[in-house]
């Protein structure tokens, strides 16, 4: 027992490099996939497709810099890579939008619906159209190093993802606490019917845009993590980050700020739960259970406040 | 065509089983008017169940440990959504995430990570004397597992029970109207707790029918889906019974048709076929939409 959260201690914070080569680069993911989970639910939107939606924004990103290659210089394929990447996360959602504004579709059972399908899509790619050129392992060839997206720090992993999930929480946070549209996201959030009735908001409208934010930011995390981490796309890209950033965005209370620092614990948590597994034998699957059980915790300590106002946005909607 | 036909229907039969235990037991907690979204997690946590009972005490233990792995599931999602009042969506989400992570840990601590008890005990299929000698119906309906047959006397049985009894009106009257029902003096957090367990025994039932009679092993996150597939069943079943087994029909269809189209050669990419049951229940909870007659309560998942 002493043993394996010694090794979890030592994985994730126990040298220089668990820090800055493993702590943070598995934080990035989480902080760009809890921020767009936590902006949804804040809106009342039950987001937990964000696997799925990351993904598809790793499918495209490999998909564009494999297509153009070398031929187009860092400065211009990196921006397209983070663009086409989100964009990508931003339609999957959209197809569980569409669903639940169109059909009444509760976004909870479409959304997973299209992670496995996100997952058979994958599956296909590595071994169809974007397979490495070989043909014998399920994956693709290693991205062009112009698509290779620059680190923070000579010597260590840590890439420029990282910075982008710090600057989006910022953002958010500005927008959710100092602008009309935040006002809008939140009051949709705490009861649609009154956002109706007494701030004229279009809910509809609202909660559409949040939804295709919401996928955006899964999206680039999906093309952060081809273009900073493994330089390739394969089937086990995504360890359950969608699933782990739910309980990013429910720890940290729904609070951009709150999620750099859940963010932050869950890499932490990655990454000890690797070297775990790899020193002390303990499976890191583990992490699951650790997640799962953080989120009731976090439900059974916030009852009917926090995450409740979200219920009441989809009863409201859904009638 | 028969060569086609009666393996394609077979399969369909076989792979609805599971689906059908899931989706019945997610039936009757809906009719409370509670969602369980981590039904997911039930059934991963009666796969696991099952196979570690079955291994200690042959197959019939195995369901049994299948269920008692649901129930234990089950009991966590109403301590929490109906003592706690907590959100049932996010619960349910949590749920199924303690269910694969949970199962995934235990099997590598008890089984190392080679894997598999590949030994499991498993049960065949028994023909049924007379019965499945009749052409086509007989090999596909008639030569099936002990569970299957089980389907067929639960399904009426469960249809009567809703429609009929005492209790099965008071399960819906608090599925329709919380207030109505308190006002009739009906226990709505007794039923409530008595329609989430029999939920988690179905899906506990599901797990392990998956493990014993359909797969033979366990193999992580092998529930794959099948707990949200079951909502969308109960959707397409329109919240009845015989409704709810036979939507399971047209699901066990679609992942048959991975088998039918394979054997028929048809080149086109097989993840087109493991997609096909989560593409359908899109097309089919966007195409239901309006028809379906669900509890009323359901749209009131904060209670």
Do not use: K
């Amino acid at each position: 027992m002493t043993e394996a959260l010694l090794a979890l201690w030592d994985g994730a914070f126990g040298s220089s490099y668990a820090i800055w080569s493993a702590t943070l680069v598995r934080s990035a993911p989480l902080l760009l996939l809890g921020l767009g989970v936590a902006l949804a639910f804040r809106a009342g939107v039950l987001n937990i497709g964000a696997e799925g939606q990351f993904l598809m924004g790793a499918i495209s990103a490999t998909a564009i810099a494999q297509s153009v290659g070398g031929a187009v210089p860092s400065i211009v394929l990196i921006p397209v890579m983070a663009l086409v990447g989100a964009l990508a996360g931003a339609s999957w959602a959209g197809i569980a939008a569409w669903l639940r504004q169109r059909f009444g579709v509760l976004e909870v059972i479409s959304t997973i619906m299209l992670n496995f399908i996100a997952l058979a899509s994958i599956s296909w790619m590595v071994r169809g159209p974007l397979q490495e050129p070989t043909r014998i392992y399920p994956q693709s060839a290693e991205i062009p190093a112009s698509a290779q997206w620059p680190f923070l720090i000579p010597g260590q992993r840590l890439h420029l993802g990282f910075l982008l999930g710090l600057l989006l929480c910022a953002i958010a946070w500005v927008v959710l606490t100092r602008t009309a549209i935040g006002f809008r996201i939140r009051a949709v959030g705490a009861s649609p019917s009154a956002a109706t009735s007494a701030g004229e908001i279009d809910v509809a409208r609202t909660v559409m845009r949040v939804f295709l934010v919401s996928g955006g930011c899964a999206g680039l995390a999906g093309a952060a993590e081809v273009g900073g981490v493994t330089w390739a796309l394969y089937e086990g890209i995504s360890p359950g980050y969608g699933y782990t950033a739910i309980a990013v965005a429910l720890l940290a209370r729904l609070h951009p700020g709150w999620i750099v620092v859940s963010a932050i614990f869950f890499g932490a948590l990655e990454a000890g739960a690797s070297a775990m597994q790899r020193d002390a034998g303990i499976p890191s699957v583990v992490v699951q259970v650790i997640v799962a059980v953080i989120i009731l915790g976090v439900l059974a300590g916030s009852q009917r406040h926090g995450v409740g106002g979200t219920a009441s946005a989809r009863a409201g909607s859904r009638r | 065509m028969d060569a086609l036909l009666i393996p394609f229907l077979d399969a369909t039969i076989r792979t609805a089983t599971p689906l059908a235990y899931a989706a019945l037991g997610e039936l009757a907690t809906e009719r409370s008017g509670v969602i369980n979204i981590g039904m997911e997690g039930i059934i991963i946590a009666g796969c696991l169940g099952g196979l570690v009972a079955a291994g200690a005490g042959g197959a019939t233990m195995g369901f049994l440990g299948g269920v008692l792995a649901g129930v234990l599931m089950a009991l966590i999602f109403a301590l929490f959504v109906l003592r706690l009042r907590a959100n049932a969506i996010i619960t349910g989400t949590a749920l199924t995430l303690l269910g694969l992570g949970l199962t995934g840990t235990l099997y590598r601590g008890l089984f190392g990570l080679e894997g598999a008890a590949l030994d499991t005990p498993s049960i065949a299929p028994v023909a049924l004397p007379g019965l499945a000698a009749i052409p086509v119906i007989g090999p596909v309906l008639f030569t099936q597992t002990v569970m299957t047959y089980l389907l067929y006397l639960l399904v009426p049985l469960l249809a009567w029970w809703l429609t009929r009894t005492h209790a099965g009106l008071a399960l819906r009257a608090v599925g329709e109207s919380r207030a109505a029902a308190l006002a009739a003096g009906i226990d709505v957090q007794r039923i409530r707790w008595g329609a989430i367990l029999f939920g988690g025994a179905m899906g506990g039932l599901c797990g392990a029918t998956l493990v014993l009679a359909q797969v033979g092993t366990f193999t992580e996150g092998m529930s794959a889906g099948r707990g949200f597939i079951a909502i969308a069943i109960v959707v397409l079943g329109r919240w009845r019974a015989v409704g709810t087994a036979l939507a399971a029909l047209v699901f066990g269809g679609a992942f048959a048709l991975q088998y039918l189209l394979q054997a028929a050669g048809w080149a086109l990419p097989y993840q087109l076929f493991l997609a096909l049951p989560y593409l359908l229940t899109l097309v089919l909870l966007a195409a239901l939409r309006g028809r379906a007659e669900a509890p009323a309560e359901l749209a009131s998942q904060e209670r």
